[in-house]
């Protein structure tokens, strides 16, 4: 069995980093495309619209997309310069874990998605589950979720997950 099509979330985390490196490794031991996905939150919230409900004007995220934009422009010319030699990137505004399990792998036929074991959003973790654990139970394919960096040593998630701010 090889993949032609691999998805990572990238959310700026450091296990977002290390789902990274190892699906660089996974797409190129078999010379598979690799799609960079980076979601911005995007939820339902009270509107003037007719039903009450819709989307906040996406205009107010251009920021933030922008800023994911280059982000993920990074991540590709790494990916590239390791050798992988097709490499897609795209910034989507929305629900992270229906996207990253469910919408995207569905509309660009995934066959296998590299997720963190955990990210940036501990508050909607606590609430709702992480987005890995969704992902697993919700993926129409294969899901790997990274847990240790490329020594296979474990992150220290207290000292390591998130950026300095």
């Known amino acids: 069995m090889s993949y032609q099509k691999i998805l ?38 009270p509107s003037t619209g007719p039903s009450g409900y819709g989307f906040v004007d996406h205009s107010i995220y251009e920021s933030a997309v922008e800023e994911m934009k280059k982000r993920l422009g990074t991540y590709q010319t ?8 097709d490499v897609k990137t795209d910034v989507v505004i929305g629900n992270a874990k229906l996207e990253l399990a469910e919408h995207y792998p569905s509309t660009h036929d995934i066959d296998l998605i590299v997720i963190g074991a955990t990210g940036l959003n501990v508050v909607g973790r606590l609430i709702v589950g992480s987005t890995a654990a969704y992902t697993i139970r919700e ?4 899901v790997t979720v990274v847990k240790t960096d490329m020594q296979n040593k474990k992150l220290d998630i207290k000292k390591d997950s998130y950026p300095e701010i």
Not at 78 to 85: D, L, S, T, Y
Not at 139 to 142: L, M, N, S
Request: charged residues 20%; negative net charge.
């Open 78 to 85: 790494k990916a590239e310069h390791a050798g992988v030699k």
């Open 139 to 142: 993926a129409p394919c294969d």
């Open 8 to 45: 990572v979330g990238i959310d700026g985390s450091t296990q977002s980093d290390m789902a990274f490196n190892k699906a660089v490794e996974v797409a190129l031991q078999n010379n598979a495309q690799l799609n960079l996905l980076s979601v911005i939150n995007g939820e339902r919230y």
